[in-house]
């Protein structure tokens, strides 16, 4: 069974401090990892992707096969940067393609 | 291009009744899925449509179904509403044959109140 666990439901930083959202996640085949966000009032949309490796706002996630995590990380968070983030990973099966989505942190930057 | 659309944008039901949602995917896509987003979860899949066929369905009863249209808009349809089913329903599209790695692109999502 595929499975995305995200520890924290909520998580609260100053603006410059460094910010991580965890991110473990559980599949049988070779994962696909993604970060969504959803800003207040907006529709949810894709931050970044593992095999882009990139850079996206300033986040980064790295995939860890061994730990098998993928945490967002930011290394100075701005106010703008208060969101909902999911965590979710590609499953396929018989062909199709869905989205296993964690439950969510909700990320504050405090002033 | 809007993206994708969903239509209501709120709706109110009672027990029993039965609802039907809609979702018009992104221009360029054929591939529609369909979420559900319970209060404080992140979503959950319910199916996937394309070439106007249920292709994989997630852990959803058989109240919940489904319809793609020729020009790949899609439906939900949900009978006998529960309370449990008050949520935020989500549409997603992608292009068949796009790499998997390849970006869901959602809606602003429909949300249904069962009272």
């Known amino acids: 069974a595929q499975r995305v666990t995200q520890p924290e439901k909520l998580l609260s930083v100053f603006k410059g401090a460094p910010v991580e959202l965890k991110c473990n996640y559980s599949y049988s085949g070779s994962p696909e990892l993604f970060w969504y966000v959803q800003y207040s009032r907006q529709r949810l949309q894709l931050l970044l992707r593992?095999?882009s490796r990139e850079s996206i706002k300033g986040f980064t996630a790295d995939l860890n096969k061994g730990e098998t995590s993928f945490h967002l990380k930011k290394p100075f968070a701005q106010e703008e940067d208060s969101a909902m983030y999911y965590c979710?990973?590609?499953?396929?099966?018989?062909?199709?393609?869905?989205?296993?989505f964690g439950q969510g942190t909700r990320l504050t930057i405090n002033p | 291009d809007a993206g994708v659309t969903q239509s209501p944008t709120h709706l109110i039901k009672t027990r029993g009744q039965q609802v039907t949602l809609r979702c018009s995917p992104k221009?360029?896509?054929?591939?529609v899925s369909w979420y559900q987003q319970a209060l404080g979860q992140g979503p959950q899949f319910i199916f996937q449509y394309y070439e106007e066929e249920e292709r994989q369905r997630g852990n959803f009863p058989d109240r919940f179904s489904g319809h793609q249209f020729p020009n790949y808009s899609s439906e939900l349809n949900v009978n006998a509403l529960l309370l449990g089913d008050s949520a935020l329903y989500l549409c997603a599209s992608r292009e068949l044959g796009a790499p998997t790695n390849n970006e869901q692109f959602f809606g602003p999502g429909t949300r249904l109140t069962v009272l």
């Open positions: 221009s360029g896509h054929d591939t």
């Open positions: 979710a990973l590609s499953a396929i099966i018989q062909g199709a393609q869905k989205l296993v």
């Open positions: 593992h095999i």
